[in-house]
């Protein structure tokens, strides 16, 4: 007669190693702080609530001298993208969420490597291999049909689906019958046997959420495939306690799987880690709210951001305010780019899911990108350029000079401005800079002058504001330009206009309306004075000729 020593010897005959031996190994990390991990599935893009979950790790080492690692559970070999691992380490780079150790490109690094998890198949067979010969994990020969018709007599009698109970039915089979068939070459897959009954329920608690009161496990999930590889439910428990894990910091998703997690962990006779359930990122859809589709939501992806010119330090000061509740107080009178020195704390995240605001993000872009100094927002404007916008790199390269004085338009006083929530929004204010580019406004875009002012009226004021250019100073321009105004009957500002209408043709700004068309095509645009001089005396007085030619 065979016992359950003999079926892990014929499942295992290569495996001399024991669980005390991955002990000595994988010994207690000797560190301060928390060991906390992000650990995604290379199965595609770098989601956005994959960076915030990945944040959230980095920030909870951070505040308690602790350590981050990147682990790829990449053992799910059907859903796995081709380049999607080098996706992941890149964009966590580019997101400046840097781990202190686990796998990197070209080479991994840390101690409690490999930090692939289809790299640590001999960790998970020699574990394995203890659960069979103590009978807590057993061969399962059920096939695809065999599952299918079970499931389809649950869903007919409205059970609770899965294989569990009565319906486990390789779970009672004898050692010796196992044994026999897996002597003869027949397909299995191992399972874990649940001592768990769903009409009880456990006591955990959750680091965000406080105490959870939720029913025992009592599924036998498969451990091992017949590919030799191990579930995620598995080999999750394996790696966060050989990798000396103290926190598992992952989405509210996963909670339902708390108690066969918790199962293993005890059945393993593993110290347990502490949990933390991350609420979803959500979005408002018809009113309602709903997480975040990587289907539906383009800023589900966070290429959307690279793609649209967020500097990546934008998304996560962002994520910050998601992150606690107390950030944006904290970040009062602050730089934003201080945001690293922020301490976490699980007590101010909130529990309902956060909507993304795309509102917010353009808001604290702009406090972002206003923070840089010149060579940096250069730089990281030309670089985006590069890669994602043609046209604006064909101006940036005409002459860089040029186009630093463009990009410095009022960024060197106590108040820097704050008009760019994105590099993509660049190229529309300041084309009007280039000759071509302003003719093609000029002729195209269909703006006109204010219809009430008469065409003469408008030709003479903006004659005479060409005797304004050789002021190089804005104080000195601007009393010029009111004294042309007053001139013409308009008021020296817009409320005085406004008390008295009908002494006044308009207001001053409704002349300085008339140069800034002229000059840049459009109602709107950066400092007009400086614009001016940007351009240049001799670049004016030719667009006051052009728009007057094709204008009036």
């Not at 959420?209 to 080999?235: C, M, Q, W």
């Amino acid at each position: 007669m065979k016992n359950y020593r003999d079926l892990a010897e014929l499942i295992f005959p290569d495996v001399t190693l024991t669980i005390e031996d991955l002990e000595r190994k994988y010994p207690p990390r000797d560190v301060e702080g928390e060991v906390t991990r992000f650990a995604p599935s290379p199965t595609g893009f770098l989601h956005t609530g994959s960076l915030f979950t990945s944040l959230v790790s980095r920030l909870v080492a951070n505040s308690s001298n602790g350590i981050f690692y990147l682990r790829l559970e990449d053992t799910d070999t059907k859903r796995e993208v081709p380049g999607a691992k080098e996706t992941l380490v890149e964009g966590l780079k580019t997101f400046l969420v840097r781990p202190d150790e686990g796998f990197d490109l070209p080479k991994e690094k840390g101690n409690y490597g490999p930090y692939l998890q289809s790299q640590r198949k001999d960790i998970y067979r020699i574990v394995l291999k203890e659960l069979v010969a103590r009978g807590d994990v057993y061969p399962c020969f059920c096939t695809a049909e065999d599952l299918n018709k079970l499931r389809e007599f649950q869903e007919r009698n409205k059970m609770v689906p899965g294989y569990y109970g009565e319906f486990a039915k390789c779970r009672n089979l004898s050692v010796d019958e196992a044994y026999e068939r897996i002597s003869k070459g027949e397909n299995y897959v191992l399972r874990f046997k649940s001592h768990g009954d769903h009409e009880n329920k456990i006591d955990c608690e959750d680091l965000i959420r406080g105490h959870i009161n939720i029913a025992e496990n009592d599924l036998d999930v498969v451990v091992l495939k017949s590919d030799g590889l191990p579930t995620y439910h598995f080999a999750h428990v394996c790696d966060d306690h050989f990798m000396r894990t103290s926190i598992v910091i992952r989405g509210e998703e996963w909670i339902s799987s708390l108690p066969l997690h918790i199962e293993m962990f005890k059945r393993l006779n593993f110290p347990l880690v502490k949990y933390a359930h991350l609420p979803l990122i959500m979005k408002m859809d018809e009113g309602k709210k709903r997480k975040f589709s990587k289907r539906k939501d383009p800023e589900a992806n966070v290429s959307y951001f690279l793609e649209n010119g967020y500097p990546p330090v934008s998304l996560i000061v962002y994520l910050m305010t998601i992150v606690n509740s107390n950030f944006e107080e904290w970040l009062v009178g602050k730089n934003v780019l201080d945001y690293p020195q922020f301490k976490f704390s699980f007590d101010k995240m909130s529990l309902d899911g956060a909507l993304f605001d795309l509102k917010k993000l353009d808001y604290y872009s702009k406090e972002v990108i206003a923070s840089f100094d010149l060579e940096t927002l250069f730089n990281n404007v030309k670089e985006y350029a590069k890669v994602y916008e043609e046209t604006l790199y064909e101006l940036i390269v005409r002459d860089e000079n040029y186009f630093k004085h463009i990009l410095n338009i009022e960024r060197d006083g106590d108040h820097p401005r704050k008009d760019y929530a994105k590099y993509k929004d660049i190229y529309p204010s300041i084309k009007f800079f280039y000759r071509d580019l302003y003719e093609d406004i000029i002729l195209n875009s269909g703006i006109s002058f204010n219809p009430k002012f008469d065409k003469t009226l408008i030709k003479t004021i903006l004659e005479e504001s060409l005797t304004l250019l050789s002021s190089e100073n804005e104080q000195v321009w601007f009393a010029g330009l009111k004294e042309i105004a007053r001139k013409y009957r308009f008021a020296s500002d817009n409320k005085t206009y406004k008390a008295n209408p009908n002494d006044y043709v308009g207001q001053v700004g409704d002349v300085a309306e008339m140069i800034r068309i002229s000059i840049a095509g459009s109602r709107r645009s950066p400092n007009l004075f400086t614009s001016m001089m940007i351009l240049g005396e001799k670049e004016v007085r030719y667009r006051i000729k052009f728009a007057e030619d094709n204008l009036l």
